[in-house]
Antibody
């Protein structure tokens, strides 16, 4: 059974930093392209960014609102995905989901497995 | 930046057909995917590659594509289908993923 378990959420002040983790199991993590998707309270889904598998280059891409502030990384030896969030803003307040799925035609593709999400609140 | 446009809300009576559209300039080039999200839960994939249905998703869910618009159709809507629905696709470069703003389906 595929499981994605996020952790590390909490309350942080504007300008602060936070690192989220996502522990994966039930599939070959090292072969998977992994993404983070967030959802602000009462709002829609927003793709945050993606890291490819190392065999596909291990490269990352980010949505414009977080580029330069957020960094996605992975530790295949620990089956764990990370999201380092720096220079946090109030508008980054959201539930952050770890997701994976199937890459399609060179794109990130679709997400058929999701974690339960972890809440990040940025407030003074 | 690239955007996918969905109607904010759709309402249907039980047993009727609900159609939710998603428009975007790159949709003729990129596949679209659809998710169902109920309150307090993570999204669930209901359609992939425009019209394919994952195992375990009821046959009443279907997808189609025409030009710059993709459509999620729910035939014979049931009360349990009341949820938010989101489309997702990539921009024209294939680098960045985007979600539509979401459509709240209300079963009257």
């Amino acid at each position: 059974e595929v499981q994605l378990v996020e952790s590390g959420g909490g309350l942080v002040k504007p300008g602060g930093s936070l690192r989220l983790s996502c522990a994966a199991s039930g599939f070959t993590f090292s072969n998977a392209w992994m993404s983070w998707v967030r959802q602000a309270p009462g709002k829609g889904l927003e793709w945050v960014g993606r890291i490819k598998s190392k065999t596909d280059g291990g490269t990352t891409d980010y949505a414009a609102p977080v580029k330069g502030r957020f960094t996605i990384s992975r530790d295949d030896s620990k089956n764990t995905l990370y999201l380092q969030m720096n220079s946090l803003k109030t508008e980054d307040t959201a539930v952050y989901y770890c997701t994976t799925g199937i890459a399609v035609a060179g794109t990130t593709g679709y997400f058929d497995y999701w974690g339960q999400g972890t809440l990040v609140t940025v407030s003074s | 930046s690239y955007e996918l446009t969905q109607p904010p809300s759709v309402s249907v009576s039980p047993g009727q057909t609900a159609r939710i559209t998603c428009s975007g300039d790159a949709l003729p080039k990129q596949y679209a995917y659809w998710y169902q999200q109920k309150p307090g839960q993570a999204p669930v994939l209901v359609i992939y590659k425009d019209s394919e249905r994952p195992s375990g998703i009821p046959e009443r869910f279907s997808g189609s594509s025409s030009g710059t618009t993709v459509t999620l159709t729910i035939s014979g809507v049931q009360a349990e289908d009341e949820a938010d629905y989101y489309c997702q696709s990539a921009d024209s470069s294939g680098t960045y993923e985007v979600f539509g703003g979401g459509t709240k389906l209300t079963v009257l």
